[in-house]
């Protein structure tokens, strides 16, 4: 029932912008916290930041701290990754998950759902 959908993903070259959007359906939005991570090839998937349900500070890994922002729009049931001067670096799939967690939100096991993921390919 619950449903996580990531959109907005594509091929960018370095140093652009691009936001993704995670819309959310059959979870009660504005208590849940949503998180994203990404996973590149060959790698582990990886957390990249989450807004706090409790409107807590968003927190982010030090990779995309001052380039990726998280922004919450409760009327939408959507969350969004906003990312600046992208690197190749930053290609991977992005995913989005929730969780009625405020702490440990870093842990890929703190979240209960996951959206199938949006491909990020960052050219140079």
């Known amino acids: 029932q619950v449903q996580l959908v990531e959109s907005g993903g594509q091929l960018v070259q370095a140093g652009a912008s691009l936001r993704l959007s995670c819309t959310a359906s059959?979870?009660?939005?504005?208590?849940?916290?949503l998180g994203w991570f990404r996973q590149a090839p060959g790698k582990d998937r990886e957390f990249v930041g989450a807004?706090?349900?409790?409107?807590?500070?968003?927190v982010y890994a030090d990779s995309v701290q001052g380039r990726f922002t998280i922004a919450r729009d409760a009327a939408k049931s959507t969350v969004y990754l906003q990312m600046t001067n992208v690197t190749s670096n930053d290609t991977a799939i992005y995913y989005c998950?929730?969780?009625?967690?405020?702490?440990?939100?870093?842990?890929?096991?703190?979240?209960?759902?996951w959206g199938q993921g949006t491909q990020v390919t960052v050219a140079s």
């Open positions: 998950a929730s969780t009625r967690n405020i702490v440990e939100m870093q842990t890929i096991s703190a979240y209960d759902y």
């Open positions: 059959g979870l009660s939005f504005n208590w849940h916290s």
């Open positions: 807004a706090p349900w409790n409107g807590g500070n968003t």
